[in-house]
């Protein structure tokens, strides 16, 4: 049976009323609604709930729900967003899909809401964690910041206070290299304002090039990297869909 929406949380009343995309945060267990201009950027802290609403051709109302639990998240916000994305369910009539969203498991449906990606920011509201834009810039890889993260098959992106390079890896593809271009002019707008350099490093590039140098500098220098030997229970590089760590 569907619920009155003045028995569901306040931070619920009038959602999924027309087309489109709503977050909620979980904060002390309870869901306050993200700005649009956050959306794409979840603190792995912390739990979200989000709601996207379309319409059909004849107008009719469609409801797909999902709950994000950043990597960091505790148990009790996790519960938390779990309840509160039943509760919006109730409240949308009972006949909303619903989707548990784990940090870097997200389904393709969920990342397709956020274009050209989602950005997971270390914190939390738990933590008292400040935003990024309150902080000074910090170098990120979006992966584990060392050399043995990167490889020949994929595509990094690193982001430093100046300058952001794209390590194209020598087998990556033209689709994937396309990808990248998407993101890194995102993190250029998103965090520099549009006013910092942009850098492509090609894997396996001479170290003559002073971009090429000043990348592998963040790595303590130079160094080969190692090339894995395709066994016979392994998957060609090709055959693999495309990805991109940050």
């Known amino acids: 049976m569907a619920v009155s929406m003045r028995d569901v949380d ?3 009343q009038g959602a999924g009323q027309k087309a489109g995309l709503e977050i909620w945060r979980i904060e002390n267990f309870n869901p306050v609604p993200v700005p649009k201009s956050s959306f794409g950027k979840f603190f792995t802290g912390d739990s979200y709930v989000i709601l996207k609403t379309t319409s059909s051709k004849s107008g009719a109302l469609r409801h797909d729900i999902h ?3 950043g990597k960091d998240t ?3 916000e996790a519960g938390a967003a779990a309840i509160k994305t039943v509760e919006l369910d109730a409240a949308l009539g009972g006949r909303a899909v619903q989707y548990r969203e784990v940090q870097g498991h997200e389904t393709e449906k969920f990342l397709s809401y956020f274009k050209p990606c989602i950005i997971p920011l270390e914190g939390g509201v738990a933590s008292g964690f400040k935003h990024t834009e309150e902080e000074k810039h ?3 890889l979006f992966v584990p910041f060392a050399r043995s ?4 098959d994929d595509i990094f992106v690193l982001d430093t206070e100046s ?3 794209q390590f194209n890896g020598s087998n990556s593809c033209i689709q994937e290299r396309a990808k990248a271009l998407e993101v890194v002019q995102y993190i250029k707008d998103t965090y520099h304002e549009g006013k910092c350099e ?3 490093i090609e894997d396996g590039k001479l170290m003559a090039d002073p971009e090429t140098g000043e990348f592998w500098g ?3 220098g130079f160094a080969p990297l190692p090339r894995k030997t395709v066994g016979e229970d392994e998957k060609p590089a090709d055959s693999r869909p495309p990805k991109l760590f940050w």
């Not at 993260?149 to 020949?152: D, E, K, M, R, V």
Request: net charge positive; no cysteine.
């Open 10 to 12: 306040p931070a619920f």
């Open 67 to 69: 709950y994000w639990l």
């Open 74 to 76: 505790s148990q009790d």
């Open 138 to 140: 910090k170098t990120r």
């Open 149 to 152: 993260s990167l490889n020949h």
């Open 163 to 165: 300058k952001i390079f």
């Open 198 to 200: 942009v850098a492509a």
């Open 218 to 220: 963040f790595f303590g």
